[in-house]
């Protein structure tokens, strides 16, 4: 079994992705036209905020979004460290200084306590990240205290598209929120693509900007720091394809995911703390202290499974020994004890059976 099934999404949808592959071929406007600008428009509908720019990947959306809501080199910014490197990439690339905080042990995300640490040390903006499709649960609060501190939020929304917390979707709260379309996100196109959204008109002109030269009009620059990140024609006549699936997509993960924690029942396995609708499953991770016995046992079962994330970034090798003096202890645990296990919408319900018992007959 896989840890996800592409192939099974594509030929779910094969009529309408060809039928959408074969408009934009017709027309023949393949970057940045009117699958772009309609794919923007129904996804800011859908997280509920009133403008959505669409970028090329959602590694540049972090950055993009970061320079938008003036995040410079020398800067400090709070992120997490178990979340695979994205944002600390893009902090990289602006010049700006990471300052990881750490996460709590059960959400697997920020809670308030770690992000007034943060602040504390006098940090421009922070990077709230959803991780594993879970929405942070005191996401109002900390927005809010962020707000009256003058720091700058940017949600990384790239694993929970559609995850709801008080009864709106992620990305609209901070001031700026990134997605990624990778194939695999709960929301993916068939290659690259990313967005940012915000309620913000100039935050939004910014990143409309920066994703294009800096231009203002065709060949005048108006802003510094800017790239190309466009998103093309393709992918967002997919995705148009694919958004008005998106919750029931969600709802089908959000079931795998029950099943998981309910049914699976072994000494030696931690279920993630996961909510209701703040919760779109992205990836289910469970955690074991001999994980790669697990990880072995469940190969041994012929089902796939991943570490999401082995390396925390304060620990990368290319960050040298920077963070050395470092000790981010929940960070670290995790990254040695998480394993994720397959969930996507298309699993069968003797798939789900077969993982369950396999972990439930791991004999640790
Ligand atoms: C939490 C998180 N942030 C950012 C990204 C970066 O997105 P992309 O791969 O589209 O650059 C990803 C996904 O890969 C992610 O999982």
Redesign the pocket.
């Known amino acids: 079994m896989l840890i996800t099934d592409l192939n099974a999404r594509v030929q779910a949808y094969r009529r309408e992705i060809d039928s959408a592959a074969a408009r934009v071929l017709d027309r023949g406007w393949f970057v940045l036209g009117p699958e772009v600008e309609a794919f923007e428009h129904a996804f800011a509908q859908y997280c509920g905020v009133l403008h959505c720019v669409s970028v090329a990947?959602?590694?540049?959306?972090?950055e993009i979004a970061l320079r938008a809501v003036n995040v410079r080199a020398g800067d400090r910014v709070a992120t997490v460290a178990n979340?695979?490197m994205?944002?600390t990439t893009a902090l990289v690339a602006i010049g700006a200084e990471p300052v990881f905080m750490d996460v709590d042990l059960s959400t697997r995300v920020v809670s308030v306590d770690q992000v007034e640490q943060a602040i504390a040390t006098g940090v421009r903006a922070v990077v709230l990240?959803h991780?594993y499709g879970q929405a942070i649960p005191d996401l109002e609060r900390i927005t809010s205290i962020c707000r009256a501190a003058g720091v700058s939020v940017v949600e990384?929304c790239?694993?929970a598209h559609g995850a709801m917390h008080q009864g709106r979707r992620v990305g609209g709260f901070g001031d700026a929120g990134?997605f990624?379309?990778?194939p695999t996100?709960n929301l993916g196109a068939l290659g690259?693509?990313?967005a940012v959204i915000s309620q913000n008109e100039e935050i939004s002109g910014n990143v409309r900007r920066l994703r294009q030269y800096g231009w203002r009009s065709k060949y005048c620059v108006e802003l510094l720091g800017a790239r190309n990140s466009r998103m093309d024609e393709m992918q967002a006549a997919i995705l148009s394809v694919f958004l008005p699936h998106l919750d029931a997509w969600n709802a089908r993960r959000r079931e795998i995911a029950r099943a998981y924690s309910t049914q699976i029942q072994h000494r030696d396995v931690i279920h993630p703390t996961t909510g209701a609708q703040d919760y779109v499953a992205h990836l289910y991770a469970i955690r074991a202290a001999r994980r790669d016995a697990l990880r072995s046992h469940l190969k041994q079962h012929d089902i796939a499974t991943d570490v999401h994330y082995p390396i925390p970034d304060h620990q990368q090798p290319a960050m040298g020994s920077q963070h050395a003096a470092l000790c981010l202890p929940n960070t670290e645990r995790l990254a040695n004890e998480v394993l994720t296990l397959p969930c996507y919408p298309e699993m069968t319900d003797a798939q789900v059976e077969q993982v369950i018992s396999a972990v439930n007959g791991w004999d640790a």
């Open positions: 990947n959602g590694t540049d959306a972090l979340a695979g994205y944002t990240t991780l990384d790239a694993q990134c990624s379309f990778y996100k690259d693509g990313g």
